[in-house]
């Protein structure tokens, strides 16, 4: 059975993290817990396809300062406390139900990529202190990021205003070790220019606790670009080859490479085995992205 990690700031970490993992929503039908997030104590990996065929969430925008890279403090705009904000997962065509809470002092809003009611688009500016309901139908399979689209769009999304849907196609993909890894950028000084770069939240989290994985076990990677103010970000894996599914939406992989270049909010999943012990490391391959921060290992055991 699978297990999904978000990562640091993000809504569950791995073995390798230290941080309990923060369910987004969760409620129980005829005694059985269901949640569209994966985590360990829900049971669910990935999720059941919910008996009503409907998940309900409430979605909080929330202004709070996290730490982002040793001591370094960022005032972030957030879903639900955490940037980026939690992971979505539910099975293709069930419907979500989103109560939406603007508790900041700005408008905002919730916009999903992939297909909905255009009613539900989220592009409407929810005024400071007000709320609203999406209703969507989750689709296509695939990975679909999530975030804020009020102008001026790129400071939103650069403040945190993000996160990632994973839609399970209704057949199901084969178990593996699954990973989000979201590529974005810190704006520390509001200059419209990023100074850090990290993979879910945490500059150089992943150079310290890397993502451990067992030889030749099935590793799957949802790996979403929300890097604003720079056009193209890219993920490069070393000493292996993967599989890529170009926003997974297939489920036959359109080419096998090691390194895959990504636009703003392009998103790919991955696949790979890793044949031998040892420490493999992943970064993007815009170098200065790297070395401020996005570099990170994976340890196979």
Same mark, same amino acid.
């Given at each position: 059975?699978a297990?999904t990690?978000?990562?640091?700031?993000?809504a569950e %970490?791995? +073995?390798n993290?230290?941080k309990k993992p923060?369910? *987004?929503? !969760?409620?129980?039908?005829n &005694?059985i817990?269901?949640?569209?997030? /994966?985590t360990?104590? +829900?049971?669910?990996?990935?999720?059941?396809?919910?008996?009503t065929?409907? !998940?309900e969430f409430? #979605?909080d925008?929330?202004?709070?300062?996290?730490?982002?890279a040793?001591g370094?403090i960022?005032?972030? *705009?957030t879903?639900?406390?955490t940037v980026?904000?939690? %992971?979505?997962?539910?099975t293709? &065509?069930?419907?979500?139900k989103?109560?939406?809470r603007?508790l900041? =002092?700005?408008?905002h +809003?919730l916009?999903?990529h992939g297909t909905?009611? #255009?009613?539900?688009?989220g592009w409407?500016?929810?005024p400071a202190?007000? /709320?609203?309901?999406?209703i969507?139908?989750?689709?296509p399979a &695939? %990975?679909?990021p999530?975030?804020?689209h009020?102008?001026p769009?790129?400071?939103?999304?650069?403040?945190?205003?993000?996160g990632?849907?994973? $839609?399970?196609?209704?057949?199901?993909?084969?178990?593996?070790?699954? #990973?989000v890894l979201?590529?974005?950028?810190?704006?520390l000084s509001?200059?419209?220019?990023?100074?850090?770069?990290?993979?879910?939240?945490i500059?150089g989290?992943?150079s310290?606790?890397?993502?451990k #994985?067992?030889?030749n076990?099935?590793v799957?990677l949802y790996?979403v670009n929300m890097?604003?103010?720079d056009?193209i970000? /890219?993920?490069?894996?070393?000493a292996?080859?993967?599989? %890529?599914?170009?926003?997974?939406?297939?489920?036959?992989?359109d080419?096998h490479?090691?390194? $895959?270049?990504?636009?703003q909010?392009?998103?790919?999943?991955l696949e790979?085995r890793?044949?031998r012990?040892?420490?493999?490391?992943?970064?993007?391959?815009? =170098?200065?992205m790297?070395?401020?921060?996005?570099m990170? *290992?994976?340890v196979a055991v």
């Amino acid at each position: 059975m699978a297990r999904t990690d978000a990562g640091p700031n993000g809504a569950e %970490v791995g +073995s390798n993290g230290r941080k309990k993992p923060a369910v *987004w929503n !969760r409620k129980k039908e005829n &005694g059985i817990q269901y949640t569209a997030l /994966s985590t360990r104590e +829900s049971g669910l990996l990935p999720p059941l396809r919910a008996p009503t065929g409907i !998940r309900e969430f409430t #979605v909080d925008t929330i202004e709070r300062p996290l730490n982002v890279a040793h001591g370094t403090i960022f005032n972030a *705009w957030t879903f639900n406390g955490t940037v980026p904000g939690p %992971v979505v997962r539910a099975t293709e &065509g069930e419907t979500l139900k989103i109560n939406f809470r603007n508790l900041t =002092s700005e408008p905002h +809003s919730l916009h999903f990529h992939g297909t909905h009611d #255009v009613n539900f688009d989220g592009w409407e500016p929810i005024p400071a202190g007000k /709320s609203t309901e999406y209703i969507i139908k989750a689709g296509p399979a &695939g %990975v679909h990021p999530y975030h804020c689209h009020t102008a001026p769009i790129a400071a939103h999304i650069a403040k945190g205003l993000f996160g990632a849907l994973i $839609v399970d196609p209704a057949p199901g993909r084969p178990p593996a070790r699954e #990973v989000v890894l979201i590529l974005h950028g810190y704006d520390l000084s509001g200059r419209g220019r990023n100074d850090l770069f990290c993979w879910n939240g945490i500059a150089g989290y992943y150079s310290r606790y890397p993502i451990k #994985v067992k030889v030749n076990e099935l590793v799957r990677l949802y790996v979403v670009n929300m890097v604003e103010y720079d056009p193209i970000a /890219s993920f490069h894996l070393h000493a292996q080859t993967f599989d %890529v599914y170009r926003t997974g939406t297939r489920m036959t992989p359109d080419e096998h490479t090691d390194v $895959v270049t990504l636009g703003q909010t392009e998103r790919v999943v991955l696949e790979m085995r890793f044949p031998r012990k040892g420490r493999y490391m992943f970064h993007p391959h815009q =170098s200065y992205m790297a070395e401020k921060g996005a570099m990170g *290992w994976i340890v196979a055991v």
